[in-house]
C-alpha cells in the first residue's frame, strides 16, 4: 500500500500563502527545479524536507537565512507513475498519459527520492 502521509519543505512565507491561498503550480519547482515536470514536490522523509525548507526560493541552493518550514500532508497519490529513467522524456510524461502522481527512487534521477502530484486537490495539509 503507497504511503499517504508526506512533507512539503518551502520558505516561511511561502508555506504561509500555501496555507493561505493553497498550492499554486506554476511555482512548482521553483526551489530547485522541476525534474518531474509541473506539479507539488513531496517527501515521505522529514530530512529532505527539512532541506528544501533550509533553501531560499530564489536560487535553491543559498542557504535561507530567514528559515523555512515544513508542511505535513496527507495525500491521495491516485495512479502513480514510476519513473525508471533519467530521460527528459520518461521524467515528465506522466502527466500527460493520465497519471496523477509520478515517483522516482533515489538515485534513479538524483541523490533523493523525489515524488510528484499533479493536483493541488489531493493534497491535504495536517
Not at 509541473?38 to 528544501?52: E, M
Not at 520518461?90 to 534513479?108: F, K, L, T
Request: glycine fraction near 12%; aromatic fraction near 8%; charged fraction near 20%.
Amino acid at each position: 500500500m503507497p504511503p499517504t502521509e508526506f512533507y512539503h519543505g518551502t520558505s516561511l512565507e511561502a508555506a504561509l500563502n500555501i496555507q493561505k491561498s493553497g498550492f499554486n503550480i506554476s511555482l512548482s519547482g521553483s526551489n530547485a527545479g522541476a525534474a518531474l515536470g509541473s506539479g507539488v514536490y513531496i517527501t515521505t522523509t522529514l530530512a529532505k524536507a527539512l532541506h528544501y525548507a533550509g533553501r531560499d526560493g530564489v536560487h535553491g541552493k543559498q542557504p535561507n537565512p530567514a528559515g523555512g518550514a515544513v508542511l505535513k500532508l496527507k495525500v491521495d497519490l491516485g495512479r502513480c507513475y514510476i519513473v525508471r529513467s533519467d530521460s527528459h522524456h520518461q521524467r515528465i510524461a506522466w502527466a500527460a498519459n493520465g497519471y496523477d502522481s509520478a515517483w522516482a527512487a533515489e538515485g534513479v534521477i538524483g541523490e533523493r527520492e523525489e515524488n510528484c502530484v499533479r493536483d493541488p486537490a489531493r493534497l491535504q495539509i495536517i
